[in-house]
């Protein structure tokens, strides 16, 4: 471990986060781990057009629209009430949750940019069955990751082997591993 991480590390456990629960009463960003749920929007809203582009193919070009956004650029552009304290919040984070979101999101966005290039190719060849397919199946495993990433940000990501108590896409429990091999 380095020094700047040793640093980190150290400013991390020792800052003082009794102030935020106060903070946030009213919001629904979570007193816990000052992280929002609203993020998840993000994510959910391309895995929603990609359950429908077999009845609606029109969503086609919203879906290759998708790009990754930051959790602070998603609030920075967001209607969301009280973006400036997510924003605020995320910063005061424990790091353990920052990082683990961030891993999550990290798989959600590679996942997502797979299906686009992939729905975009199957597209081009005229294919809109190959185009139903790839989408449902990464419509299915963004739906697990997103629900990976709810736990985080509800303060229920490590009860059970760290991937919490979630049903993976085939209901078996899938630890880190599982989750790795989706992107191989």
């Known amino acids: 471990m380095t020094l700047k991480k040793i640093h980190k590390n150290q400013i991390d456990n020792n800052e003082d986060r009794s102030h ?14 000052l992280l929002a749920t609203d993020y998840l929007n993000h994510f959910n809203e391309v895995t929603m057009l990609m359950d429908v582009i077999a009845d609606l193919p029109e969503c086609l070009d919203d879906i290759l629209k998708w790009q990754p956004k930051s959790y602070p650029d998603h609030f920075r552009n967001s209607s969301f009430p009280y ?14 949750g920052r990082e683990a979101l961030d891993k999550i999101v990290s798989e959600l966005n590679t996942l997502i940019l797979k299906a686009v290039a992939d729905i975009a190719l199957e597209s081009m060849k005229q ?4 185009v139903a397919n790839v989408a449902a199946n ?10 990976l990433a709810g736990g985080v940000i509800n303060g229920a990501a490590h009860e059970q ?3 919490g108590s979630d049903s993976s ?6 630890d880190q591993s599982d989750i790795d091999s989706l992107f191989d």
């Open 20 to 33: 935020w629960p106060a903070r946030l009463i009213g919001t629904n960003i979570n007193p816990e781990t």
């Open 169 to 174: 896409p085939d209901s078996q429990t899938m």
């Open 83 to 96: 973006k400036t304290l997510a924003i605020e919040a995320y910063g005061a984070a424990p790091a353990a």
């Open 161 to 163: 082997n760290g991937t």
């Open 127 to 130: 294919h809109p069955e190959h």
């Open 138 to 147: 990464a419509a299915q495993q963004l739906r697990y990751l997103i629900s």
